[in-house]
């Protein structure tokens, strides 16, 4: 299995080099944004208004985190479905977003938006939100702070433990990582995953 | 009559909420750790390693096993000797007020369906109420994520559709579903009743324990052919491949009319959170 360790920016040379499957070590910036900070921020592109962060090369997580007790930088932490956002993705795509944090699958709009502009869509463990909160180092909220647990965060991670479900080819993992486990099967051989 | 405070559901609500949220139950422990001692695809065994890992350190930490601490499904069985000195529904509902921001716990609630602003307490919760005999109150809190109760569904078969019928819903429901529910996933299927009735048998299914065999037998043996079925799909967790897409299938049913065959599936994730006690 090949470990790749990547630092953002998510510029279009990482993009290009990351493959479906790979499984990624990831440090530096993420925005988090689910379903309520998707429909401001499309808003915001639609009446031609800046977007709270930097879009270009920028990675979004989509995550609602529990709150941070006193002395933590945060709470439990893991994806959220991406699919519901899944509308508002190729808008975000075409404006420079290179890089998607979540679980789950993408409608083809969101794929061919991905192959056409370069675009990595990587898989955090799901239902891991405690394991994965300790690769986070800083939490800050940076927009629609009426949102709650919706708000825009900017987070710093370090090492966050990531797979590339999707790639800029168009390559999905939930397809071939499927396929690979059955033909493996039918073969009789259970024991190993690619590379 | 046995007269009970409503400040002591409240507490009690109050914390088996924070319990419910931070320590996954032993059963379904003890069924993700078989599953990854059986899982012979390699990722598929790392992701279930990881998610071990992640329980242990909810535990540890005292914080949430995953963020969307969900709704909060109640169920209480209430003994029908007993007299509540209060109000129930807002004894059940302060205790979920306090032990959502005294547990630091996610606001995932919204006040109306269309209009979509947040109650910001997680208020109110899905309260299901059965009078049984006897003078006690038990009750069941299980908060329930929304990536799972997305990937949901029901149907009015026909009677005719049989057996057949109800098996190809749930593995339909569970291929569709595919990753979205944080596979391994757990599956509650009801089946009979009515329209309103067969929805609910699912959820309760979901509360059944993992390590249970169903004690009829043509259910246990239903409810382990659909599990095998299932995990032959390849979905795997995460949905990256492997043997363990579900943990388990849980099935409950009640009697029904001539004309009909009500069938709801009710997917849980792997934390299948849940905590009961009897007041
Ligand atoms: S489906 Fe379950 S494990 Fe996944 S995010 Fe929702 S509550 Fe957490």
Known sequence: MTVKTISTPLTKDIVSSLDCGDTVLLSGTVYTARDAAHTRMIESIKQDKPLPFSIENAIIYYVGPTPAKPGQVIGSAGPTTSGRMDIFTPDLISAGLSGMIGKGVRSAEVIDAMCTYGAIYFGALGGAGALLSQCIVSSEVVAYDDLGTEAIRKLEVKNMPLTVIIDSKGNNLYINGRNEYIGAVKEGVQCRRKG | ?279
Request: a negative charge.
């Open chain 2, 1 to 279: 009559m046995r007269q009970l405070q409503a400040e002591i559901i409240t507490d009690a609500v109050r914390n088996m909420c924070i319990e419910a949220n931070c320590i996954l139950p032993d059963d379904v422990r003890k069924c993700i750790v078989d599953c990854h001692q059986k899982e012979n695809w390699t990722s598929a065994k790392e992701s279930l390693g990881k998610l071990i890992e992640n329980y242990e350190i909810a535990e540890r930490e005292h914080m949430p096993i995953c963020q969307d601490t969900g709704v909060v499904c109640v169920f209480v069985e209430v003994g029908q000797d007993v007299h509540v000195m209060g109000d129930l529904n807002e004894a059940i509902n302060e205790g979920v007020r306090q032990g959502y921001s005294e547990g630091y716990l996610r606001m995932s609630v919204v006040a109306d369906p269309l209009r979509r602003v947040n109650t910001n307490d997680n208020t109110p919760a899905m309260i299901h109420y059965d009078v049984i005999p006897g003078d006690k109150l038990e009750i069941t809190v299980a908060p329930k994520g929304f990536g799972s109760e997305n990937m949901s569904k029901s149907a009015m078969l026909k009677p005719s559709e049989g057996i057949e019928g109800v098996k190809r819903f749930v593995l339909q429901t569970v291929e569709d579903a595919g990753a979205n529910p944080c596979p391994p996933i757990v599956v509650g299927v009801g089946i009979g009743g009515t329209f309103d009735k067969v929805a609910l048998l699912a959820k309760k299914a979901l509360m059944q324990p993992l390590d249970e065999i169903n004690s009829d037998p043509f259910y246990a043996g239903f409810e382990d052919g659909l599990l095998d079925s299932i995990n032959s799909f390849g979905i795997g967790p995460q949905g990256f491949g492997g043997k363990t897409t579900a943990l388990a299938v849980k099935v409950l049913t009640m009697p029904t009319h001539i004309a009909g065959l009500p069938v709801a599936v009710n997917l849980n994730c792997h934390v299948a959170r849940h905590v009961s006690r009897i007041i």
